[in-house]
T-cell receptor, first 117, second 116 residues
């Protein structure tokens, strides 16, 4: 089955630093990737949708200058949390959809636990 | 706008029993998918079952089956012969079928505990 790899799985860093999370589709070309944030015991909240080669579309309330998304190739999207602060600590999950578009479900990465000290 | 409602925040059942998780949704779309996702403590998102709205037949996957009532906008998940490994958070989700950017909308989830 389709595999989406997310890296790192866990990162701890100091307040003020920037953190990059990678999401790779290993065996298919991901035309669309999605980034979610999940707080403890809560549901997944969509942050943004990115299509390869174009700017990401951010959900209302998500700061695009804070959460930089790049989808430069059909197999890689990155989320950079800039100048991270403790309130940015959360679980971030990516998902990817392939060329078949809407008829293909999203495949999820295993998530990244981000802890800002 | 579409919404997904899961009215049971938490449930517990004994191993080997059958349990049903409720889900209702609201949409004006006619073509869409409904999903149940499982998120165990490892926090992986695992697709349990998928239902296309145009299909009248309820989807089944081994011990997992759904009761899809399109007119009532209801999509419940039944887990038969529950096992300890079924302990997880379960999310009901909706996705319209229009274009590649269509996003999945998740319910708030039901935390299911299977007791030994």
């Amino acid at each position: 089955g389709a595999v989406v790899s997310q890296h790192p799985s866990w990162v701890i860093c100091k307040s003020g630093t920037s953190v990059k999370i990678e999401c790779r589709s290993l065996d298919f070309q991901a035309t669309t990737m999605f980034w979610y944030r999940q707080f403890p015991k809560q549901s997944l909240m969509l942050m943004a949708t990115s299509n390869e080669g174009s700017k990401a579309t951010y959900e209302q309330g998500v700061e695009k200058d804070k959460f930089l998304i790049n989808h430069a190739s059909l197999t890689l999207s990155t989320l950079t949390v800039t100048s991270a602060h403790p309130e940015d600590s959360s679980f971030y999950i990516c998902s990817a959809r392939g060329e078949q578009g809407v008829n293909q479900p999203q495949h999820f990465g295993d998530g990244t636990r981000l802890s800002i000290l | 706008a579409q919404t997904v409602t899961q009215s049971q925040p938490e449930m517990s059942v004994q191993e080997a029993e059958t349990v049903t998780l409720s889900c209702t949704y609201d949409t004006s779309e006619s073509n869409y998918y409904l999903f149940w996702y499982k998120q165990p403590p490892s926090r992986q998102m695992i697709l349990v079952i998928r239902q296309e709205a145009y299909k009248q037949q309820n989807a089944t996957e081994n011990r997992f089956s759904v009761n899809f009532q399109k007119a009532a906008k209801s999509f419940s998940l039944k887990i038969s012969d529950s096992q300890l490994g079924d302990t997880a958070m379960y999310f009901c989700a909706f996705m319209k079928l229009e274009n590649r950017d269509d996003k999945i909308i998740f319910g708030k989830g039901t935390r299911l505990h299977i007791l030994p």
